[in-house]
């Protein structure tokens, strides 16, 4: 590891510890020229598969697009920020599990819409409404029919 305040390549480590998950590894260092501190942090590099688009186009799996999602459908929603960051890891959690190369986009978007509506039903219309591209008003209402129902079932 390069020290960030003289460059010398080599450093003795003096704490390790875990994160809560356990992914993450946090060591203290001290370089052994200048003898200054500093944190590293090891992380396990995931390997996420591909995402078939709707044309069969493949794109590299991008976190950054889900949130994106969900932050418009959470607009002006009491959805914290930790909340939608944890609905994509667990999105991401799943997709490591399945072990697939490539994986369709439609997969995904139904992951986002079932952890959506656990956590907020407007949220999950609005992100099933852009998702689902409802041709007419009767297709919306019959979504928003069915969460009713289901929600009176319970």
Do not use: W
Not at 56 to 72: A, D, S
């Amino acid at each position: 590891m390069k020290c960030p305040f003289c460059g010398h390549i080599e450093d003795k480590v003096i704490d390790s510890r875990q994160s809560k998950d356990g992914d993450i590894i946090r060591r203290r260092r001290e370089c052994l020229k200048c003898e200054e501190r500093f944190t590293s942090y090891e992380k396990i590099e995931n390997i996420l598969p591909h995402v078939i688009k709707k044309d069969n186009r493949r794109e590299p799996f991008e976190r950054e697009k889900i949130l994106q999602g969900l932050e418009r459908a959470c607009e002006k929603r009491p959805i914290s920020v930790e909340a939608r960051e944890a609905l994509v890891t667990k999105i991401e959690k799943s997709l490591l599990a399945a072990g697939e190369k490539e994986i369709p986009s439609a997969l995904i978007g139904e992951q986002v819409m079932k952890g959506l509506k656990e956590v907020d039903e407007v949220a999950y219309v609005r992100f099933a409404s852009v998702y689902r591209q409802f041709k007419d008003i009767k297709e919306f209402m019959q979504e928003i029919k069915d969460i009713v129902y289901n929600r009176n079932k319970i």
